[in-house]
């Protein structure tokens, strides 16, 4: 619906025009506020609800469950604070809100007193203990970068490894390296590659500035991804004065990301230097060998055994004329033995033989039908008998039987 006096906007889209132009303001996404606690209240869900005031003007403020977790007390109405976060409208109310992330007294200090107090916890918990540091691997395949990808940092990273080690492979998680959505893709940067085990060691970091500027490396949900990474962790923000809560809990600080870059690639033509004395060595030690091979060779082609081989069966021939002469001995007595053996069976045999009877004089007597007649009974009158002689036979016809 328009009218003579230019478009009507409902109020959905004139919050929705001031909430984008607020966001389109860098200054909003990082800021620190200090005032007056005014109207706290903490909800069951965690979230915290207040405003700050300076004595004339008043702004919402609400804390979230995430980040309230991790105050040592709750703020009291009247306190003296001081708030890092950011300005955001929220559309349902039309309210400009300050969206806090951190709360600390005012009184205290600023950001160090934060930092040392979450230094202090985190050191009591042990995630700074050497004892739980890893190596860094002396050759890596992969280096993974957490960094922000329009930064010097990863130019410097990129540069001095492949000065270093041209064959190391680079792989890059974007991620924002300031203001409050930095951490959270910090985070997930450092777990999406120990989730796919996609480097050998990770380079977290980023360039130089301020406090605020390096702020995001001393959240502590950073600092405990950095110090549960099962990927060696090297630490690189700032510059070498700047020291973070992620320096502390990782597995190595470098000073600058061109230190980390150093320290994570190793340099090669040191290497290269090294491998070709090892291979001078390694041919020196060659020539050495095969010139011992080859004298033991020609003190082997001087031996009896390759001038005389026949020397080598000449014992064995012996033997074999000496087990060749026991065979037959041996052969030469059984076959006496078996003969002897033989003879004493023939002359059982002989004994036991028909026709030696007849050679004595007697003679054998069979009927007509081949059968021995032992018995005059066993005649007829008239029966032809065959009468066996030492030689020949004779036929013949019985007249009569007698028996007795």
């Excluded at 869900?45 to 702004?59: I, P």
């Amino acid at each position: 619906m328009t009218t003579i006096a230019g478009k009507v906007y409902t109020v959905s889209e004139v919050n929705r025009i001031l909430k984008g132009l607020i966001r389109q303001e860098p200054e909003f996404s990082n800021l620190q506020i200090q005032g007056e606690v005014s109207n706290f209240r903490q909800y069951p869900s965690g979230h915290c609800y207040f405003a700050l005031k300076d004595g004339k003007t008043l702004l919402k403020c609400v804390m979230f469950a995430g980040s309230a977790r991790w105050l040592k007390q709750l703020p009291k109405n009247g306190d003296q604070v001081l708030g890092l976060g950011r300005i955001d409208l929220y559309e349902r109310d039309g309210a400009i809100q300050f969206y806090v992330d951190m709360l600390m007294p005012l009184g205290a200090g600023n950001l160090m007193v934060a930092y040392e107090q979450l230094k202090q916890k985190l050191s009591a918990e042990g995630l700074f203990d050497e004892s739980r540091k890893k190596p860094i691997p002396a050759y890596p395949k992969t280096v993974g970068i957490v960094t922000s990808p329009a930064g010097a940092a990863v130019r410097d990273i990129i540069n001095v490894s492949g000065r270093r080690d041209p064959s190391v492979k680079l792989l890059l998680y974007p991620v924002k390296v300031q203001g409050t959505e930095a951490p959270p893709e910090i985070i997930h940067g450092i777990q999406f590659f120990n989730r796919h085990k996609l480097a050998d060691v990770l380079i977290v970091g980023r360039g130089g500035g301020s406090m605020e500027d390096l702020w995001a490396f001393n959240d502590e949900g950073v600092v405990r991804a950095i110090a549960a990474s099962d990927i060696p962790v090297i630490s690189a923000v700032g510059h070498e004065i700047d020291f973070t809560l992620s320096d502390f809990a990782a597995d190595l600080r470098a000073p600058t990301p061109s230190a980390a870059a150093e320290l994570a690639v190793p340099e090669r033509s040191g290497d290269r230097e090294l491998l070709s004395k090892l291979v001078r060595r390694l041919e020196r030690a060659m020539d050495v060998k095969l010139s011992s091979s080859e004298t033991a060779l020609e003190r082997l082609t001087e031996e009896w055994v390759l001038t005389h081989p026949e020397r080598l069966w000449e014992s064995a021939s012996q033997a074999l004329d000496t087990l060749d002469r026991r065979l037959e001995l041996a052969a030469r007595d059984k076959l006496t033995k078996k003969d002897q053996k033989l003879q004493l069976l023939a002359t059982k045999l002989t004994a036991l033989d028909p026709y030696a009877v007849l050679r004595r004089g007697y003679t054998i007597t069979e009927n007509h039908r081949g059968q021995v007649v032992r018995n005059a009974a066993q005649l007829q009158p008239g029966d032809t008998l065959v009468t066996r002689f030492t030689e020949g036979t004779a036929v013949s016809t019985v007249a009569a039987v007698k028996e007795g």
